[in-house]
């Protein structure tokens, strides 16, 4: 089963935390999760991150964490 902390955080790169840190912490579990819907939307249609978006296997282990539930 896939995890927040183990799966999902780290392919949070360091400036893209720094970026969004005015809207909320995307290593923040809680901010991360209130937020997914917007977050959710911006990494499918690859805008997020800006320079080129998530390879689709990220994506997959992301739509993956989603559907077990967003363990924390």
Known sequence: MLSFEKDIKPMIREEDRNEM????????????????????????????????????EWIAKFEQWIAEGMNP
């Open 21 to 56: 840190m005015f809207a909320f912490d995307l290593w923040n579990y809680a901010e991360f999760k209130r937020d997914l819907p917007r977050i959710a939307d911006r990494i499918r249609d690859k805008s997020m991150p800006p320079d080129g978006g998530w390879p689709d």
